[in-house]
Structures are given as structure tokens and as C-alpha cells.
């Protein structure tokens, strides 16, 4: 996911040891900066973030289009005649 940053802005921010732990020893295993660990990782969750959205459409989606094939269901049979 390297190369996402086009424009930057300085930000500092407070983590809990385990996290600034994690970010240091990512940084050394991968060989990519601190700074693109933590894109990273924010990467993933804008990602999950917009699946759970898209998920949420989905399922809205779902009820509406059941909704309205009923609807199409029902106004079939009252002008259709019946085989």
C-alpha cells in the first residue's frame, strides 16, 4: 500500500504503548517508514469502514427491492390473466 501520500500534513498524536510498539516493530520488519505503517493502517480501517457502509446499502437495498417486486407481484395478478 506504499504511495499513497500525494500531499502531507504534519500530525502528532498520543499512542498507547502496544501501538507505538507495533508501528516500531512493522516499521523494522517491512523496511517502510513509521509514517507509512500508520497510512497503512488507516488504509485499512477508511477500508472496512466503507464496506460496513456498502453493507449497510446492501441490506437497505435488499428490503426495498423485495418490497417493490411484491408490489410488481401483486398489481401482475389483478391485470394479468391467469394461465
Known amino acids: 500500500m506504499a504511495g499513497h501520500v500525494h500531499a502531507a500534513k504534519p500530525?502528532?498524536?498520543?499512542?498507547?504503548?502496544?501501538?507505538?510498539?507495533?508501528?516500531?516493530?512493522?516499521?523494522?520488519?517491512?523496511?517502510?517508514?513509521?509514517?507509512?505503517?500508520?497510512?497503512?493502517?488507516?488504509?485499512?480501517?477508511?477500508?472496512q469502514h466503507v464496506q460496513a457502509l456498502m453493507r449497510e446499502g446492501y441490506e437497505e437495498m435488499r428490503a426495498i427491492n423485495r418490497e417493490m417486486a411484491n408490489e410488481d407481484l401483486a398489481a401482475g395478478s389483478e391485470s394479468l390473466p391467469e394461465w
Open 11 to 47: 500530525l502528532n498524536a498520543r499512542l498507547p504503548i502496544w501501538a507505538s510498539d507495533f508501528v516500531d516493530r512493522r516499521s523494522r520488519e517491512t523496511g517502510a517508514s513509521k509514517t507509512q505503517v500508520m497510512i497503512d493502517a488507516l488504509f485499512c480501517l477508511q477500508a
